[in-house]
């Protein structure tokens, strides 16, 4: 059956400089098998189907696969996928509600961005020495390296580690087979700009694919929302600001985080269509 599709790329300067996302518009009566196999042959960092909502006070619903499996929410999807549902509305709507496998996601666009608000982490709070070891072996540094470390988990397992600047970020060089587990490593890298007047610090993204060999994401919303919450909360942030990722990819990703009154971070960035067509699904 030929069903509607976008690529759509997410937290770019300008087109192409971003993260990819596959939106699959018409995705009703698809089984769970059908969604695996397309985003494994689409083959980016994850694809996203398309739905009427099933709950109360949602707009519409979501589902997110990598080519390993479905996740429960993902910060560039979320973006991407609302850039697309809002282009198919006969009049534009500044607040959406996603339904995804997290629960509800609030969307915000009335500040000529999209935006979400921050998921609250399930996982935070200092990390043990021997993971830390552990985590500084993989990125090829020496403890004493590692400035501070947090969990900073709303999901996937994220691990933040703070180094001494963006330069020291860009620097790294990891291997995951220096970790006798490499399935179970997720791990965020922040630095702060020493004289950028544009953005706040650098972020990259490690983890494994289904072989355990380490991916590198071009730009992840999930991962600095969280990484947001953590520096916001410590004092080493105040919104609003924006974080670079992607340089080492030769992207040039800008997240903008900014904070509601009632205290809530959000998180946005530019979403543009790139390719609109059809697959047989």
Known sequence: MKRRIQFIDVFGTTAMTGNPL??????????????????????????TFLLPPTRSGADYRVRIFTISGELPFAGHPTLG???????????????????????????????????????????????????????????????????DANWVDNGPGWVGIQVSDAGAVLELKPDFTRHS??????????????????ALYEVRAFFPDQAGRMLEDPVTGSLNASLAQWLVSEGKATPPFVAT???????????????????????????????????DI
């Open 81 to 147: 996928t609302c850039h697309v549902w809002l282009g198919l509305q006969r009049e534009s709507q500044d607040h959406v509600v996603q339904e995804c496998g997290a629960g509800l996601v609030r969307l915000d666009n009335s500040a000529g961005r999209l935006s979400f608000e921050a998921p609250p982490m399930v996982r935070s709070g200092q990390v043990e020495l021997s993971a830390l070891e552990a985590f500084a072996e993989v990125l090829g540094i020496e403890l004493g390296d590692v400035v």
């Open 181 to 198: 587990n490499p399935e179970s490593i997720f791990i965020g890298v922040v630095g702060f700009h020493p004289f950028s007047e544009e």
């Open 22 to 47: 596959a939106v699959v518009i018409d995705s009703e009566g698809l089984t769970d098998r059908q969604m695996l196999e397309t985003a494994r042959w689409l083959n980016l960092s994850e694809t």
């Open 245 to 279: 990722q992607g340089t080492a990819l030769g992207r040039s990703g800008r997240i903008h985080i900014s904070q509601a009154e009632a205290g809530a971070l959000w998180v946005g960035g530019s979403t543009v269509t790139m390719v609109e067509g059809v697959i």
